[in-house]
């Protein structure tokens, strides 16, 4: 009964973590943007991003991660025979991917807040599809488990990725389009 629980408890963390990782990328996408604004909005709206991003994340984004790791490392001390299997092994090696991928966001947060502008809007619009990456590689491992066929499903995350961003050159051209009047 207590793997249902931590479960549960995983389950619903990484929800949180996934949302909070993917509302920070869109206000670093704004924060970038309001560079283009006069400098009186510029500083009001970049000083509302800070306070917004630093909220996102040391009271949802940071504490998910946190919660839903200790639930899955609770999950395989009651079940470690889960280490053997090699969905859980992949599984895993996407998770470190998206630690690494919530440092990164961690550090781009330093970034702004000093004032350092490394990224671009579009640059942040694709980084931002690679936690969708990510949680979809998670859940197919998981829940197909060992029915995956790796080609297969190795060719079908590229291709998933290839119109995902895909998706974000084709938002950007209709985004920077002239407005007919």
Known sequence: MTYLYLKAIHIIFVVSWMAGLFYIV?????HIEANERPENERLILQKQFEIMQHKLWTII???AMILAVLAGIGMLYINPGLLQE???QVKLAFVL???IYHF???NIIKQLKQGIFRWTSTQLRIWNELATIF???IVF????KSAVDWVYGLI???????IIMSAVKIYKYYRLKPKKN
Do not use: E
């Open 26 to 30: 869109r206000l670093f996408v704004y």
């Open 61 to 63: 984004t940071t504490p």
């Open 86 to 88: 090699h969905w859980m």
């Open 97 to 99: 991917g998206l630690l």
């Open 104 to 106: 990164i966001c961690q």
């Open 135 to 137: 949680l979809v590689a």
């Open 141 to 144: 491992t998981v829940i197909l």
């Open 156 to 162: 079908g995350l590229i291709l998933f990725a290839v």
